[in-house]
T-cell receptor, first 114, second 117 residues
Framework: EAGVTQFPSHSVIEKGQTVTLRCDPI?????LYWYRRVMGKEIKFLLHFVKESKQDESGMPNNRFLAERTGGTYSTLKVQPAELEDSGVYFCASSGDRGPYEQYFGPGTRLTVT | AQSVAQPEDQVNVAEGNPLTVKCTYS??????LFWYVQYPNRGLQFLLK??????LVKGSYGFEAEFNKSQTSFHLKKPSALVSDSALYFC???????????????FGSGTQLTVLP
């Protein structure tokens, strides 16, 4: 069974540019989450999809971040325009739809905004 | 609001010795608790979870964790450390009473474990 995949693994962009991160969850997982870890701090929740619907986006820092999950499969997270404080590692995770299933994480995308 | 504390940024232990990585939590209801490990240049890997039942849970790679409700702790342990266990360890919690709309995990800040040969 393939795990959660994320693309790209690294991205270096200039302040003001746009970046789009992609996440492919484990096949059959309805729940998809985005988290990020900034400057070695704790991993913080950004948002949660159930299929194609945003279930909880309380962690999104501001309206420069836009997440989509068209068709309930892969998800994208767009940052536009990027700011220096957006640098960090963005993790995607997925889980099944019953019980307190553990979330399976992808390898992360390391975003550097210069 | 839920929270997790990992009081040690760094833990060093000699190979073959037992190791403990500490975690305490705070939730409104009963907790679901998780440990994840991140090896260099890799993603977070699930190690083990506590949902209910036996307070001692066993996970991957010989790791175990003990749930202590009175102390609100969920320390990660291993009887005999290996050099290959060196990695970054994260404790996470979720409130069991949260509905399907609130399944987010709250993580601690991580503990860097170094096992010395």
């Amino acid at each position: 069974e393939a795990g959660v995949t994320q693309f790209p693994s690294h991205s270096v962009i200039e302040k003001g540019q746009t970046v789009t991160l992609r996440c492919d969850p484990i096949s059959g997982h309805d729940n998809l989450y985005w988290y990020r870890r900034v400057m070695g701090k704790e991993i913080k929740f950004l948002l949660h999809f159930v299929k194609e619907s945003k279930q909880d986006e309380s962690g999104m820092p501001n309206n420069r971040f836009l997440a989509e999950r068209t068709g309930g499969t892969y998800s994208t997270l767009k940052v536009q325009p990027a700011e220096l404080e957006d640098s960090g590692v963005y993790f995607c995770a997925s889980s099944g739809d019953r019980g307190p299933y553990e979330q399976y994480f992808g390898p992360g995308t390391r975003l550097t905004v210069t | 609001a839920q929270s997790v504390a990992q009081p040690e940024d760094q833990v060093n232990v000699a190979e073959g010795n037992p190791l403990t990585v500490k975690c305490t939590y705070s939730v409104s209801g009963n907790p679901y608790l998780f440990w994840y490990v991140q090896y260099p240049n890799r993603g977070l890997q699930f190690l083990l979870k506590y949902i209910t039942g036996d307070n001692l849970v066993k996970g991957s790679y010989g790791f175990e964790a003990e749930f202590n409700k009175s102390q609100t702790s969920f320390h990660l342990k291993k009887p005999s450390a290996l050099v290959s266990d060196s990695a970054l360890y994260f404790c996470a919690v979720r409130d069991s009473i949260s509905s399907g709309s609130a399944r987010q995990l709250t993580f601690g800040s991580g503990t860097q474990l170094t096992v010395l040969p």
